[in-house]
């Protein structure tokens, strides 16, 4: 597969350097970088992925929709897993691995959607595992409030990639996915996170 740099580049799966070996972690100093390592993995490759449907000229209104709530949510994410880890004790990394150069050929948002689909597998199973094993109140806190979000953005990929598949198979999908977006904001609502030690945003934000 060829592949083209375009600054920031396309991680997919995102989280595969981030988790590796960390799921499920008991211990909170490795579960904060894990996930805050995560997050910013994600809103790279969201902007990877927006860069790139802007360099083929495609609309994609579906990619474009996912991937903006991808950089709103995970954005979010990241100033309340600050906070959190500031109240931890825990030092987060200052400086990422340079991802991998973003793949051409092929369905792009199908790739996209495949890799987002793994990526909060991941994540899913990470929160779960701090909230399992995790003696920080607060980046427990912050696990709780992040998990249904990541349920949700599960939710969606899945939905996204199935139909991104069925219009490429009735022949109406471009190379990058151009199917029409869901019916919903590309800023998520309707979740409110519980009471917390850290700094908790308003109701229907998320992270």
């Not at 579960?31 to 994609?60: H, W």
């Not at 709530?69 to 954005?75: G, V």
């Not at 030092?91 to 890799?115: C, D, E, H, Q, S």
């Amino acid at each position: 597969m060829n592949r083209i740099s375009l600054g920031i580049a396309y991680l997919g799966p995102a989280l595969l350097f981030a988790l590796s070996g960390v799921a499920g972690a008991a211990n909170d100093a490795s579960f904060a970088i894990a996930a805050y390592k995560g997050n910013m993995a994600e809103v790279a490759e969201a902007r990877a992925i927006l860069r790139r449907i802007d360099l083929v000229s495609q609309p994609a209104p579906r990619v474009r929709a996912f991937a903006n709530r991808m950089i709103s949510d995970h954005s979010l994410a990241l100033v309340q897993l600050r906070a959190a880890a500031r109240v931890a004790g825990v030092m987060l990394p200052a400086k990422l691995p340079p991802p991998p150069a973003l793949p051409t050929g092929g369905n792009i948002g199908v790739a996209y959607f495949r890799a987002q689909v793994a990526d909060h597998q991941k994540m899913l199973a990470l929160l779960n595992g701090e909230l399992a094993t995790g003696t920080s109140p607060a980046l427990k806190t912050w696990a709780s409030n992040a998990k249904p979000v990541v349920v949700k953005h599960l939710t969606l990929a899945r939905a996204d990639l199935a139909k991104i598949r069925i219009s490429r198979s009735t022949g109406s999908a471009s190379p990058i996915g151009n199917a029409a977006p869901m019916g919903s904001a590309p800023t998520a609502s309707g979740i409110a996170p519980a009471a917390s030690p850290v700094a908790s945003p308003a109701a229907g934000t998320q992270i």
